[in-house]
C-alpha cells in the first residue's frame, strides 16, 4: 500500500507544495539565493537617484526580495561603525594625559542600532501602507493602484539603504566637523531620495504620502546625524583646532616611511 495513481491519494512529490512555516530555516533560505550582480546591481540603485527602473520595487524587489545583501550591508557597517568609532576617539584624546583603551561595547551599540533600524522601520511603514490605503477610483487603472510592498521587500530596500554608510563611516574619522556634517547631509539625502522615488508606487497609493515622505527623510537623517555624533563627532573644542590630532597622529608613520625610504635610496646610490 503507499499513495499513488489508483488509491486517490495525492502524489508524494505533490504532496508538499513549497510552503514551508516562516519559523523554518528552509523558508528563508531562498532570500538569500541570489546573484552577486544582483546585489552589486541593488547596491549601485540604493545610492545613485533615479538610476533604478520606475517600476523597481514590484518588477525587481517586489518579485525577488533577498536577504543576503542587507545582511552583509548591515553586518559590514556595525563593525565600519566600532572600528572608525574607535580610531575617531583615539583621534580626539591620544595627547591626553588618560590611557586610551579600545571601546568594544561600540559593536554592541551600532549592532542594536542598525537592527531597530532595518527591522522595526520597515515594518511600521508597512504597517502604515496596509491601513492607509486610498479607495480606488472608478476607471483608475494603474499597474500600481493597490500595491503594497511585503515586508520582506521592504526590509531589503532598507537594507541596502545603508550601503552608503560604510565608506562614509570610514570618512567621519576625519576630524573636522564641517566636513562630519557635509557627509551627514549628503548620504542621507542621496540614500533617502532613493528611498522615496524607489517607494513611490506605495507612497502615491497612501492617504498619508507627504507624512510617511517627510517621515521617511527624517528617519534617514536622524540615524546619520545620530551615527556621527554618538561615534565620531568632534569635541567641542572647536573644528578649527579638531583637525591638528588627526595630522599629528599621520606625522610620525609618515615620517618613519620617508626615514626608512631615504635609507634605501642612500644605500643604493653608495653601491
Not at 508524494?12 to 514551508?20: E, G, H, L
Not at 595627547?95 to 531597530?116: E, G, K, M, P
Given at each position: 500500500?503507499?499513495?499513488?495513481?489508483?488509491?486517490?491519494l495525492?502524489?508524494?512529490?505533490?504532496?508538499?507544495?513549497?510552503?514551508?512555516?516562516?519559523?523554518?530555516?528552509?523558508?528563508?533560505?531562498?532570500?538569500?539565493?541570489?546573484?552577486?550582480?544582483?546585489v552589486?546591481e541593488?547596491i549601485a540603485?540604493?545610492?545613485?537617484p533615479k538610476?533604478?527602473?520606475?517600476?523597481y520595487?514590484?518588477s525587481?524587489?517586489?518579485?525577488?526580495p533577498?536577504?543576503?545583501?542587507?545582511?552583509?550591508i548591515?553586518?559590514?557597517?556595525?563593525f565600519?561603525?566600532a572600528?572608525?568609532?574607535?580610531?575617531?576617539?583615539?583621534?580626539?584624546?591620544?595627547?591626553?594625559n588618560?590611557?586610551?583603551?579600545?571601546n568594544?561595547?561600540?559593536?554592541?551599540?551600532?549592532?542594536?542600532?542598525?537592527?531597530?533600524?532595518?527591522?522595526?522601520?520597515p515594518?511600521?511603514?508597512?504597517a502604515?501602507?496596509?491601513?492607509?490605503?486610498?479607495?480606488?477610483?472608478?476607471?483608475?487603472e494603474?499597474?500600481?493602484?493597490?500595491?503594497?510592498?511585503?515586508?520582506l521587500?521592504?526590509?531589503?530596500?532598507?537594507?541596502?539603504?545603508?550601503?552608503?554608510y560604510?565608506?562614509?563611516?570610514?570618512?567621519?574619522?576625519?576630524?573636522?566637523?564641517?566636513?562630519?556634517?557635509?557627509?551627514?547631509?549628503?548620504?542621507?539625502?542621496?540614500?533617502?531620495?532613493?528611498?522615496?522615488?524607489?517607494l513611490?508606487?506605495?507612497?502615491?497609493?497612501s492617504?498619508?504620502?507627504?507624512f510617511?515622505?517627510?517621515?521617511?527623510?527624517?528617519?534617514?537623517?536622524?540615524?546619520?546625524?545620530?551615527?556621527?555624533l554618538?561615534?565620531?563627532?568632534?569635541p567641542?573644542?572647536?573644528?578649527?583646532?579638531?583637525?591638528?590630532?588627526?595630522?599629528?597622529?599621520?606625522?610620525?608613520?609618515v615620517?618613519?616611511v620617508?626615514?626608512?625610504?631615504?635609507?634605501?635610496?642612500?644605500?643604493?646610490?653608495?653601491?
Amino acid at each position: 500500500g503507499g499513495g499513488g495513481k489508483d488509491t486517490g491519494l495525492p502524489e508524494p512529490a505533490t504532496a508538499t507544495p513549497s510552503k514551508t512555516s516562516f519559523l523554518t530555516l528552509e523558508y528563508y533560505q531562498k532570500f538569500f539565493d541570489v546573484d552577486t550582480l544582483i546585489v552589486l546591481e541593488r547596491i549601485a540603485n540604493s545610492m545613485i537617484p533615479k538610476r533604478a527602473p520606475g517600476n523597481y520595487l514590484r518588477s525587481s524587489i517586489g518579485q525577488n526580495p533577498d536577504l543576503y545583501g542587507p545582511f552583509w550591508i548591515t553586518t559590514t557597517l556595525i563593525f565600519c561603525i566600532a572600528i572608525s568609532g574607535n580610531i575617531a576617539n583615539y583621534l580626539q584624546h591620544h595627547n591626553d594625559n588618560y590611557q586610551w583603551r579600545y571601546n568594544f561595547h561600540l559593536v554592541s551599540y551600532a549592532a542594536t542600532c542598525i537592527f531597530i533600524y532595518v527591522n522595526f522601520l520597515p515594518a511600521a511603514l508597512w504597517a502604515t501602507f496596509k491601513y492607509s490605503l486610498k479607495p480606488l477610483d472608478e476607471g483608475h487603472e494603474t499597474e500600481n493602484a493597490d500595491y503594497t510592498p511585503s515586508l520582506l521587500s521592504l526590509m531589503c530596500i532598507y537594507g541596502y539603504s545603508l550601503a552608503i554608510y560604510i565608506p562614509v563611516s570610514i570618512l567621519w574619522v576625519i576630524q573636522l566637523s564641517i566636513l562630519q556634517w557635509l557627509l551627514v547631509i549628503t548620504a542621507a539625502l542621496l540614500s533617502g531620495s532613493v528611498l522615496i522615488a524607489v517607494l513611490t508606487p506605495a507612497l502615491r497609493n497612501s492617504k498619508y504620502s507627504l507624512f510617511l515622505i517627510i517621515g521617511i527623510l527624517a528617519a534617514h537623517f536622524l540615524l546619520a546625524a545620530g551615527f556621527m555624533l554618538y561615534f565620531f563627532h568632534v569635541p567641542s573644542s572647536g573644528s578649527a583646532a579638531s583637525i591638528h590630532p588627526t595630522m599629528e597622529a599621520l606625522k610620525k608613520p609618515v615620517e618613519e616611511v620617508l626615514a626608512v625610504t631615504k635609507a634605501v635610496v642612500g644605500n643604493i646610490t653608495n653601491k
